[in-house]
């Protein structure tokens, strides 16, 4: 009996020196353990009590063996002690690898995020709109400090932007588009009695629409989206009304509508 506790003792001993040894000798204590239990007491055992014993014997086998396979499939290089290495340039050549392969994935992420970000850079529109989304967030104390949570705020603003323009576009009239484009070729902006001239020439060619309209009603939907504004008696264009036009030419719609 001492023989074999030396024996076992030894072993545990060998086993014990890396991380995969002591994953085997805990896998033998616990079966072996169990399986004395059962074998010295099955018969004043109640089947009610059997049972778990039973159960685990057959499952503990094929539960070890699906862990002993994700370790060996995705932790291979952790199971090893620095001595079963045939030397220590291959140990130092392990662990070089894994510090390049956690870099990689991080520059992979990075990457990917980078990319995910592009999306919509090029409109400050979008950029209004996500520091909106973000002073939301923080008046609700909630956290978007993440990378999933910018690349998400983003595509929200975008989504956000592009509703907006798309909306502007299906209401604002043709007439209305060339004046935007007037208005953008003109830092100082156009004074009203040159705007009251243009609508005139709309309203000429659209009697039947525009008879009872006059410049202020013309203007006032664009006031109202904020894409112009009034200073001193002259229009100019806004930066939301540059952002429009710009969609507008991202987007291939038409400038030419009714109206």
Not at 52 to 68: K, Q, R, S
Not at 87 to 109: I, R
Not at 111 to 125: A, C, Q
Request: aromatic share 12%; glycine share 4%.
């Amino acid at each position: 009996m001492t023989e074999y506790l030396s024996t076992f003792a030894n072993s545990a001993k060998d086993l014990s020196r890396n991380p995969l040894g002591i994953i085997a000798l805990f896998i033998v204590l616990v079966y072996g353990f169990v399986c004395l239990l059962f074998g010295f007491s099955a018969d004043s055992l109640q089947s009610e009590e059997r049972t778990p014993l039973v159960w685990f014997v057959v499952l503990f086998p094929v539960l070890v063996l699906l862990l002993f396979g994700w370790l060996v499939s995705r932790h291979h290089d952790k199971l090893y002690a620095p001595s079963d290495y045939r030397d220590d340039k291959s140990f130092l050549a392990t662990l070089q690898q894994a510090t390049l392969n956690k870099a990689q994935g991080f520059s992979d992420n990075e990457k990917n995020v980078n990319e995910l970000m592009e999306y919509g850079k090029d409109f400050e529109i979008i950029a209004d709109q996500e520091r909106r989304i973000e002073a939301d967030l923080s008046a609700k104390n909630m956290n978007f400090s993440g990378d999933t949570s910018k690349v998400l705020i983003r595509h929200l603003a975008a989504a956000q932007v592009i509703n907006w323009f798309e909306t502007n576009y299906n209401t604002i009239f043709g007439s209305q588009i060339a004046l935007l484009r007037k208005l953008q070729g003109s830092e100082e902006g156009i004074n009203l009695e040159d705007i009251d001239k243009y609508f005139n020439d709309v309203k000429a060619e659209y009697p039947e629409i525009y008879k009872t309209w006059d410049t202020k009603q013309y203007l006032a939907y664009l006031k109202d989206t904020r894409v112009i504004e009034e200073i001193k008696q002259r229009i100019k264009i806004t930066r939301i009304g540059v952002e429009f036009l710009k969609l507008l030419s991202a987007s291939g719609y038409t400038e030419r509508k009714a109206l």
